[in-house]
């Protein structure tokens, strides 16, 4: 009996028009600019979702993901182009900026009001479970009941990864043993090499998929925000669009953490800089 020979799909190229093509929808979508550089980029990212779905072409592909009405393709498509990169205590300053400064004001105004914070690009996790742990480490068991984390992303892929709060343990080779210890589940038998993140500091946060191109106009006003290292990939006019967004939701007094990498500088806003990519909603 013959074996018939194997027909391997051909991996499609892509086009100067359909580089543009999906430039343009994830420009209009999400925000993030991908100049003409970013070529190898989108072909490595989106050439094996291409054939896998069957796609002759990028083309094809993006007829279904502009006719998909769930808007599941859309997702999955700014899901594999979109960047996720950070680490735990990332640029420190800003954490110690918060545990001496930021929330020793917030647990000492009057009243009982829970203490909002949002982490607006959290990535795989690190930056809203340290927010978390900084929290706990000056308040100790009252951080788990006065202060409330929203922790969101435009990647529901990555929002999965985070909400696991499951790392490997060359992630976690920065914490101080102390740290580690304390709010940190070493990883048994099959899931040795790994940690987990303990449970005082995951039920602190909720998760969710936010684009911070659709802010709402109302809604919760949070003490502190963290958008930090997001803007770097977005032109002057998103820049201040998300700015805009994001200064209406700080309560007065609330403040604005950024990324040493990135200014406000450019964009029009009523934030008073405090410190090095740290700014502040006036009190009035």
């Known amino acids: 009996m013959s074996v018939p020979d194997v027909v391997w799909a051909e991996a499609p190229d892509l086009s100067d028009r359909e580089l543009k093509a999906i430039t343009r929808l994830v420009y209009e979508k999400s925000g993030i600019t991908l100049h003409s550089g970013k070529r190898a980029l989108v072909l490595a990212r989106l050439q094996k979702r291409v054939m896998h779905g069957g796609y002759g072409s990028f083309e094809q592909y993006l007829k279904h993901v502009q006719a998909d009405t769930s808007g599941d393709e859309l997702t999955a498509l700014l899901d594999a182009i979109a960047t996720n990169h950070t680490s735990f205590f990332r640029e420190s300053q800003h954490f110690d900026f918060l545990r001496t400064t930021v ?169 008073n800089w405090v410190a090095p990519a740290i700014y502040r909603r006036a009190l009035k």
């Open 103 to 271: 929330l020793p004001a917030l647990v000492a105004r009057p009243g009982a009001a829970p203490i909002l914070g949002w982490s607006a690009a959290c990535s795989s996790g690190e930056e809203p479970y340290t927010i978390a742990m900084t929290c706990l480490q000056l308040m100790g068991d009252d951080a788990g009941r006065r202060v409330r984390l929203l922790a969101s992303d435009l990647s529901t892929k990555i929002l999965r990864v985070a909400k696991a709060g499951v790392y490997g343990d060359d992630r976690v080779t920065n914490i101080p043993f102390d740290t580690l210890k304390k709010y940190f589940e070493k990883g048994l038998g099959a899931q040795k090499g790994t940690v987990r993140v303990g449970p005082a500091v995951r039920k602190m946060i909720e998760f969710q998929q936010v684009n911070l191109l659709e802010l709402p106009q109302s809604g919760t006003l949070y003490d502190f925000i963290f958008c930090r290292n997001v803007m770097i990939y977005f032109d002057a006019q998103v820049q201040q669009r998300v700015v805009q967004g994001l200064e209406r939701k700080l309560a007065p007094g609330g403040y604005l953490f950024i990324s040493h990498s990135e200014s406000l500088n450019g964009t029009t806003h009523g934030l």
